[in-house]
């Protein structure tokens, strides 16, 4: 990364416009070419760091064009993040707050590792229809993380 583009990174981690930002995210560059290249790409609200870095380098290798592939240069996390067994998105945890922990029954929350998606239920057949939630948003691979 060139030193203007260090700049920018830093510039934009400091701007309160782009701490609006949902996490975990990520933004990936073509080390060729640096950040203002076609090829940069940013993913944000999924699970994890990881989820978030593989959706930003996908996207960002497939309009690179050639040459070296895409690195990641910067990652989204929340304030004094540290990671742990589950991790939710800005999106789920929301919905986690407001929905879930509110009253009681039964209740799921499931959530697709690769791309952010989740669902929340209540009610007979919770993780079913959390599950489904899920899936509506076009998640391969969601999973219930949390059941009562």
Known sequence: MSEVDV???NFMANDEAFKAVLYYGAIAASPEHGLTYKATAASANHHTTEAAAAAALKECNGLRGGGPKCVVVAH????????????LSTSATV???????RG??????AIS?????YGVAKGDGAAVAALAACANDGAPDCRIVVQD
């Open 95 to 101: 919905a986690f707050k407001k929905t879930y922990l």
């Open 104 to 109: 009681g029954g039964s209740k799921a929350l």
């Open 7 to 9: 700049a920018t990174l």
């Open 113 to 117: 590792p690769s791309t952010g998606g």
């Open 76 to 87: 989204i996390t929340p304030k004094k993040y540290v990671e742990r067994a589950l991790q």
